[in-house]
C-alpha cells in the first residue's frame, strides 16, 4: 500500500485567498483524520471522519475552515478566506483501530 | 478537558548515552501510542500499550505503561543520531479520538 498521500506538499497562497488540501487514506481505513502541527501549539485535532461521516469537528478553529468526505478514499480540508495565521503543516491520517498511519503534511505558508 | 504532559521538551545527548522521556496524565487512557516524527515527515508510529504495567522493547527502545495507565515511558539505550527526532506519545480516549502530547524533541549528537 503507498501509505495515506496528501496534495499538495507546499502551498504558499495570498491572505483571502480559497485553499484546498486533498488526502486519500488508507484503503479499508474507516477512520480519518486531520490534524495541524505548528511550533506554538504541537499537533491539533480539527475533525475526524468515521466510514465517510464527520464524528467530532469541535477542533476545526471557526467557519473558515470546512471538511468533507464524499467517498471512502478522498476526503479535502477547506480554508476561504485564507488568513496568515492558518499557516502550518497541515496532516491526514487514516485508521481502522486506535493506531493512526499519517500522510507526509502540506506545508501551508499564508502571506 | 484530558492533557498529557511530556518532559523533557528537549533534550541532547551525544551518541551512545541512555535516555528517558515521560508521558503522564491526570487522566485514564485506553491504550497509548508513541509516535516518532522526523523533519518534513508525519509521526510514524513506533509501539501501543494497552494494559497497566506493560513492558514492550523494539530493540534498544524500552516503552512502558503505568499499572494506573496514566503514564508512560521511553527509554532508549545507547541513543544513535539516526534516534534524533520529535517523540510524540498519544492517548486514546476511547473513541477513536486520540490526544497528543506535545512531543519531546531528541537530538543526538555522533
Known amino acids: 500500500d503507498a501509505g495515506v498521500i496528501q496534495s499538495p506538499r507546499h502551498e504558499v497562497t495570498e491572505m483571502g485567498q480559497e485553499v484546498t488540501l486533498r488526502c486519500k487514506p488508507i484503503?479499508?481505513?474507516?477512520?480519518l483524520f486531520w490534524y495541524r502541527q505548528t511550533m506554538m501549539r504541537g499537533l491539533e485535532l480539527l475533525i475526524y471522519?468515521?466510514?465517510?461521516?464527520?464524528?467530532?469537528d469541535s477542533g476545526m478553529p471557526e467557519d473558515r475552515f470546512s471538511a468533507k468526505m464524499p467517498n471512502a478514499s478522498f476526503s479535502t480540508l477547506k480554508i476561504q478566506p485564507s488568513e496568515p495565521r492558518d499557516s502550518a503543516v497541515y496532516f491526514c491520517?487514516?485508521?481502522?483501530?486506535?493506531?493512526?498511519?499519517f500522510g507526509p503534511g502540506t506545508r501551508l505558508t499564508v502571506t | 478537558t484530558q492533557l498529557l504532559e511530556q518532559s523533557p521538551q528537549f533534550l541532547s545527548i551525544q551518541e551512545g548515552e541512555n535516555l528517558t522521556v515521560y508521558c503522564n496524565s491526570s487522566?485514564?487512557?485506553?491504550?497509548l501510542q508513541w509516535y516518532r516524527q522526523e523533519p518534513g515527515e508525519g509521526p510514524v508510529l513506533l509501539v501501543t500499550?494497552?494494559?497497566?504495567?506493560e513492558v514492550k522493547k523494539l530493540k534498544r527502545l524500552t516503552f512502558q505503561f503505568g499499572d494506573a495507565r496514566k503514564d508512560s515511558s521511553l527509554h532508549i539505550t545507547a541513543a544513535q543520531p539516526g534516534d534524533t527526532g520529535l517523540y510524540l506519545c498519544?492517548?486514546?480516549?476511547?473513541?477513536?479520538?486520540?490526544?497528543f502530547g506535545a512531543g519531546t524533541r531528541l537530538f543526538v549528537k555522533a
Open positions: 491520517a487514516s485508521s481502522w483501530s486506535y493506531e493512526q498511519y
Open positions: 484503503s479499508g481505513h474507516d477512520y
Open positions: 471522519f468515521n466510514n465517510n461521516v464527520p464524528i467530532d
Open positions: 487522566s485514564v487512557f485506553s491504550s
Open positions: 500499550v494497552v494494559t497497566g504495567g
Open positions: 498519544a492517548g486514546d480516549t476511547g473513541g477513536f479520538k486520540t490526544i
